[in-house]
């Protein structure tokens, strides 16, 4: 089988691995549907994100095709979604129940260097650990959603650790899949004002059928603080939720909180970012960085998908095969100017 290669910085190749085996405690998945993250976008700019020559793609769902001998709980056959990183259960983070900061987080599927060990945009998936990673794709889900899964358990995370409470008002910074799925959530449980900043017409249009009162170009509107205080009654947001991963955006969010607001930082910015740390104490304000999700995180947002109290289809812009991935993938993603904001690949 083919799977989708860092090779050097900016460069990505299919290489022909064996598939897989797998041992008396995993299962082999085969991969149905696996979406390009912004994290992977981030990784073939950013060499120091993920290790050159790993094997990547981590947003999947797909079915079981094997299940080792001492495996309890799974059959082959069995649709599912699959949590990607590592929850030893055993160091600090995780016996305190913050999994997503597990000091094993990087031992992830989507970051091997090891061909037996590929990531996501391949046909097949070795699978360690299946009782901790393996979630049950429900039978009224389509792989398609199941592959949002991952996405979208990531927004849902940071405004479960956030201060957000049911009637605040919120602001969402940059639109693409995470941001848009941070929208879908915040409308979801009752925030009152949702006002998002994107410089993409048809991502902006996203935003407003996901539950974005108010959506703003930064790069047309003049004076975009007045605007905001404008719909606040003069006090600012509650909460900004920065999914930019943009330095001036990040720079920019305290202009938009009230008093003793707080931004979340969810968008990855891997450059010295200069700030004025007395900005932060004349509001009083909070930062909260928030990384990846935890397994309730991954079950929440199933039981939302299943019940349809997402409307998130649309963040689906683009299928593909995997053959396709460099040029019309990461090809497409990385182009100034491009309107996609999910691009799903299918190894089929």
Same mark, same amino acid.
């Given at each position: 089988?083919k799977? #989708?290669l ?11 691995? =064996?598939?897989?085996e797998v ?18 976008l ?5 060499p120091?994100?993920l ?24 059959k ?5 979604v699959?949590?990607?990183g590592? %929850?030893?259960? *055993? ?5 305190? !129940? ?9 031992? #992830? ?13 391949? @046909?097949?998936?070795? /699978?360690?650990? =299946? ?33 957000? +409470?049911?009637g605040d ?14 929208? #879908? ?7 009152g ?5 994107? /410089? ?8 407003? +059928? ?8 930064? %790069?047309? /509107?003049s004076?975009l ?5 404008k ?7 509650? %909460?900004?939720?920065?999914?930019s ?13 009230r ?7 969810? !968008?990855?910015?891997?450059? *010295?970012?200069?700030?004025? =740390? ?5 509001? *009083?304000f909070q930062? %909260? ?7 309730d995180?991954?079950?929440m947002?199933?039981?939302?998908l @299943?019940?349809?109290?997402? =409307? ?5 812009t ?20 491009? #309107?996609?904001?999910?691009?799903? /690949?299918?190894?089929?």
């Amino acid at each position: 089988m083919k799977a #989708a290669l860092l090779k050097e910085p900016g460069k990505i190749v299919l290489k022909k691995i =064996p598939v897989p085996e797998v041992s008396d405690t995993e299962v082999l998945v085969e991969v149905k549907y696996c979406g390009i993250c912004g994290t992977d976008l981030a990784a073939i700019q950013t060499p120091e994100l993920l290790p050159l020559g790993c094997f990547m793609g981590h947003e999947f769902s797909g079915v079981i095709t094997k299940v080792g001998s001492k495996v309890k709980g799974w059959k082959p056959g069995d649709r599912v979604v699959v949590f990607p990183g590592s %929850q030893c259960g *055993e160091c600090w983070a995780c016996r305190h !129940g913050f999994v997503s900061s597990c000091v094993h987080q990087m031992e #992830a599927i989507g970051v091997s260097t090891d061909e037996t060990m590929p990531g996501a945009f391949a @046909k097949f998936v070795r /699978v360690p650990t =299946p009782q901790k990673r393996l979630y049950s794709l429900p039978n009224e889900m389509s792989f398609e959603e199941g592959a949002l899964v991952e996405p979208l358990a990531t927004p849902l995370h940071a405004i479960r650790i956030s201060s957000f +409470k049911p009637g605040d008002p919120t602001m969402v910074l940059g639109a693409g899949p995470i941001g848009l799925g941070t929208i #879908a959530f915040l409308k979801d449980v009752g925030a009152g004002l949702i006002i998002a900043t994107e /410089v993409n017409d048809r991502r902006a249009e996203m935003a407003k +059928k996901l539950g974005a009162d108010c959506v703003f170009n930064p %790069q047309t /509107v003049s004076n975009l603080r007045q605007e905001v205080l404008k719909l606040t009654d003069g006090l600012g947001v509650a %909460q900004i939720f920065d999914c930019s991963g943009i330095p001036a955006a990040f720079q920019s969010a305290t202009n938009f909180l009230r008093t003793r607001g707080q931004i979340v930082l969810i !968008g990855i910015i891997l450059k *010295e970012v200069p700030m004025i =740390p007395f900005s932060f104490q004349l509001g *009083e304000f909070q930062l %909260q960085a928030s990384w990846c999700y935890t397994g309730d995180d991954f079950a929440m947002v199933i039981n939302s998908l @299943k019940k349809r109290a997402l =409307p998130v289809k649309e963040m689906i812009t683009s299928k593909i095969k995997l053959k396709d991935i460099v040029e019309q993938g990461f090809g497409r993603l990385l182009k100034p100017g491009n #309107a996609e904001a999910k691009i799903l /690949v299918s190894p089929d």
